[in-house]
């Protein structure tokens, strides 16, 4: 008799939603930094090491004007030097 992976480890796992987990992901983050402008970058590269990661970090854009649009963040006038940019500025973020 044939038995499914279902049947010897109980349920399925869901598959992951990157979208869902990132914008939580970056929810919590900005919560946690009230106050104090960060960068995308440390916000991809912190859930990187948590193992929210999209194939392509491009990804990251809608998850960030999502969470703006939500009004849980807002550009900061802040600019960060981007480590995976070539050194290039860019603004910041911080929780509204």
Known sequence: ????????F??????RNFDQEALGFLIAFARKHR????????VTLAA????????DLRAWGSIFTQAARD???RRSDVLFSRSLGNGSLSPGWVTT
């Not at 990187?48 to 194939?55: E, L, N, Q, V, Y």
Request: glycine share 12%; net charge negative; aromatic share 4%.
């Open 10 to 15: 109980g349920a399925a796992p869901a598959p």
């Open 35 to 42: 106050g104090q402008p960060f960068s995308a970058e440390q």
């Open 48 to 55: 990187m090491d948590r193992g929210i990661a999209p194939p």
């Open 1 to 8: 008799m044939r038995t499914s992976q279902h049947d010897l």
């Open 71 to 73: 009004g849980h963040i």
